[in-house]
C-alpha cells in the first residue's frame, strides 16, 4: 500500500473498532467538508483520541465511500480501501498541515491512494488466480496407464474439492503447497497480511481434508 511517510506512528495501538473490517461504512449525515471542526479531530486523532477518530468516520464514511466506490467500481473494494484509508489516518495523523491542504482533502487523497492500491491487489489476485488455475488443468504425467488413471481420478477429486474453497484460501493453497512458496512470499505476491495468509491457508488444508476420501 501507498503509505504517508511523515510521522509514522506504527506504535499506535489501533482503536478496537478502527481495527475491525466493517469499520468504514458508519452512517451519518452529508457535511460541508470544509468545516474546521475536522482539523481539530485530526489533532486529536494525533495524540491518540479514538472518540476523535469515530466522529470522523461517523461523518465522512459515506462520502468518502462513494469516492472509493467511484474508482473501484465494487462495492466491497471499496469498503476495502476506506478501511484502509481510516487506518493510515489513525496512524499518520500527526503528519497533516492544515497549511497544505484541508482536513477533508487530505482525506480524499489517502482514499484515492487506497483505492488504487486496492485495483492493483485486486489486478494482481486475478493473475494469480489464473495461474492457479492453469496448475490445477495440467494433466498428470505418468508411464503407467493404470497409474495415469488412478492419478487422474485423484486430480479430478482434488479440482472438484478445490473450486468448493473461497477463491481465497484456493489461492493461498496452492501458492504454499503445489507452488511451494512460503508464507511470506504469498503475502508480499498477493499484498495480503501474514496473519491472514497462514489462516487461510490452515483453513484451506482443513477443509481439503474433510472432502477428501482418507
Known amino acids: 500500500m501507498t503509505q504517508p511517510t511523515q510521522d509514522v506512528r506504527q506504535d499506535k495501538p489501533a482503536p478496537s473498532h478502527a481495527a475491525n473490517a466493517g469499520m468504514a461504512v458508519a452512517s451519518g449525515d452529508d457535511f ?27 461523518v465522512a464514511s459515506p462520502r468518502l465511500l462513494r469516492l472509493a466506490q467511484a474508482i473501484t467500481r465494487d462495492p466491497s473494494d471499496a469498503e476495502e480501501a476506506v478501511n484502509d484509508a481510516w487506518r493510515q489516518v489513525w496512524r499518520h495523523a500527526g503528519s497533516f498541515d492544515p497549511r497544505r491542504a484541508p482536513a477533508f482533502g487530505w482525506l480524499v487523497a489517502i482514499v484515492q491512494r487506497q483505492a488504487i492500491d486496492v485495483l492493483r491487489r485486486r489486478d494482481a489476485r486475478a493473475r494469480i488466480e ?82 477428501l476420501p482418507h
Open 32 to 58: 460541508e467538508p470544509g468545516t474546521p471542526w475536522m482539523d481539530d479531530c485530526l489533532r486529536q486523532v494525533a495524540a491518540g483520541d479514538a472518540a476523535a477518530l469515530a466522529r470522523m468516520m461517523r
Open 130 to 211: 489464473a495461474d492457479v488455475d492453469a496448475t490445477l488443468d495440467a494433466p498428470p504425467s505418468a508411464a503407467d496407464p493404470a497409474r495415469e488413471v488412478e492419478a487422474r481420478q485423484g486430480l479430478s477429486a482434488l479440482r472438484r474439492a478445490m473450486l468448493r474453497l473461497t477463491t481465497r484460501r484456493r489461492t493461498a493453497v496452492t501458492l504454499a503447497v503445489i507452488e511451494q512458496h512460503s508464507h511470506s512470499e504469498i503475502a508480499r505476491r498477493t499484498g495480503t497480511p501474514l496473519g491472514t495468509v497462514k489462516t487461510r491457508v490452515r483453513e484451506a488444508l482443513r477443509a481439503l481434508r474433510a472432502m
